[in-house]
């Protein structure tokens, strides 16, 4: 006999025998958020918000943050890994990319912000080459005297509080992110989860000695993930940074967003990658791109979409 209820989720009255929820919709709206307040609690234990915790520390604040979608920057974080490959059978990843900022992070008078339009996928031995080189008009970034004190993160910060001032910064785009992502937790995290299923007390265990454990413990299917070619990622990049949209013999016009104006791209040849021509009076700019596999071509064509 159906009896009148109140929905767990949206308060309101309907009939049900022993449902919680008056419709699939709020029971998945309730699941949601259920996920939703765990990411939050946990944040400084999964992958990612680690990696932003770590990347607030290195700035010395949260403003790096400033208008940055979280769900596209956390996109853009696991196309960077994407491309990288892993080998975990010999535990090394075979070819690395690294999100590398255009307005850099160290710099004098300003902060790169972390921002999809300030990173750009490139390879770790492009970014490292570059260092804290930037030609002052592309990418994102605050200046340092307009940094504000309360948004400070120290050195000495645990890990948790920098979690909750992510949190309070972004507001919505950080409710956004945990309630449509699905996030993994950190490697460290998992091991400890397994260790403490085969009955390991892992408390007061160094790293070293927690992955010793869990190769003694795990021995789940090993994967191989292939990493993209330095081709391929550089014009996917191009495209998501808005450079270019396609190869050919077309002259494109595209509002660069690297330097916020509009840019002509000139392919003579898909072949070979390699800058021709800058017009540095006449706005806008124009691009030469010819293709390569070449590594310094490589780097040329890097040097396109931001500044060695
Ligand atoms: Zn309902």
């Given at each position: 006999?159906?009896?009148?209820?109140?929905?767990?989720?949206?308060?309101?009255?309907?009939?049900?025998?022993?449902?919680?929820?008056?419709?699939?919709?709020?029971?998945r709206r309730c699941l949601r958020k259920t996920k939703a307040a765990k990411y939050s609690t946990d944040f400084?234990k999964l992958k990612f918000g680690l990696w932003l915790?770590?990347?607030?520390?290195?700035?010395?604040?949260?403003?790096?943050?400033?208008?940055?979608n979280l769900c596209e920057l956390h996109s853009l974080w696991v196309t960077c890994k994407k491309?990288?490959?892993?080998?975990?059978?010999?535990?090394?990843?075979?070819?690395?990319?690294?999100?590398?900022?255009?307005?850099?992070?160290?710099?004098?008078?300003?902060?790169?912000?972390?921002?999809?339009?300030?990173?750009?996928?490139?390879?770790?031995?492009?970014?490292?080459?570059?260092?804290?080189?930037?030609?002052?008009?592309?990418?994102?970034?605050?200046?340092?005297?307009?940094?504000?004190?309360?948004?400070?993160?120290?050195?000495?910060?645990?890990?948790?509080?920098?979690?909750?001032?992510?949190?309070?910064?972004?507001?919505?785009s950080f409710t956004d992110l945990v309630e449509s992502k699905t996030l993994s937790k950190s490697f460290?995290h998992k091991?400890?989860d397994?260790?403490?299923?085969?009955?390991?007390?892992?408390?007061?265990?160094?790293?070293?000695?927690?992955?010793?454990?869990?190769?003694?413990?795990?021995?789940?299917?090993?994967?191989?993930l292939?990493?993209?070619?330095?081709?391929?990622?550089?014009?996917?990049?191009?495209?998501?940074?808005?450079?270019?949209?396609?190869?050919?013999?077309?002259?494109?016009?595209?509002?660069?967003?690297?330097?916020?104006?509009?840019?002509?791209?000139?392919?003579?040849?898909?072949?070979?990658?390699?800058?021709?021509?800058?017009?540095?009076?006449?706005?806008?700019?124009?691009?030469?791109?010819?293709?390569?596999?070449?590594?310094?071509?490589?780097?040329?064509?890097?040097?396109?979409?931001?500044?060695?």
């Amino acid at each position: 006999m159906p009896k009148t209820k109140i929905c767990k989720e949206c308060k309101k009255k309907f009939k049900t025998i022993r449902a919680t929820y008056c419709s699939d919709a709020c029971n998945r709206r309730c699941l949601r958020k259920t996920k939703a307040a765990k990411y939050s609690t946990d944040f400084h234990k999964l992958k990612f918000g680690l990696w932003l915790i770590g990347e607030c520390k290195r700035a010395q604040t949260v403003e790096i943050l400033t208008g940055v979608n979280l769900c596209e920057l956390h996109s853009l974080w696991v196309t960077c890994k994407k491309y990288s490959g892993f080998n975990q059978e010999e535990w090394e990843v075979i070819r690395k990319y690294e999100l590398s900022h255009i307005s850099p992070v160290a710099h004098p008078q300003s902060i790169g912000l972390l921002h999809p339009d300030n990173l750009v996928i490139a390879p770790d031995y492009y970014n490292r080459k570059r260092g804290t080189r930037w030609n002052g008009v592309s990418g994102k970034w605050i200046m340092k005297y307009n940094l504000q004190t309360k948004l400070r993160v120290k050195q000495t910060d645990t890990i948790e509080a920098v979690s909750k001032k992510i949190q309070k910064f972004c507001g919505s785009s950080f409710t956004d992110l945990v309630e449509s992502k699905t996030l993994s937790k950190s490697f460290i995290h998992k091991m400890k989860d397994k260790l403490i299923e085969h009955g390991v007390d892992v408390s007061g265990l160094s790293y070293e000695e927690i992955e010793k454990q869990f190769a003694l413990h795990d021995s789940s299917k090993k994967y191989v993930l292939q990493s993209e070619d330095c081709h391929t990622v550089f014009i996917e990049e191009c495209e998501r940074l808005g450079v270019i949209y396609c190869i050919g013999n077309y002259h494109i016009d595209q509002f660069d967003q690297l330097h916020g104006e509009p840019v002509f791209v000139h392919s003579p040849t898909p072949e070979c990658l390699l800058r021709n021509v800058v017009n540095d009076l006449l706005k806008p700019k124009y691009y030469g791109h010819m293709w390569s596999i070449d590594c310094q071509m490589e780097l040329n064509g890097y040097a396109v979409l931001y500044p060695l």
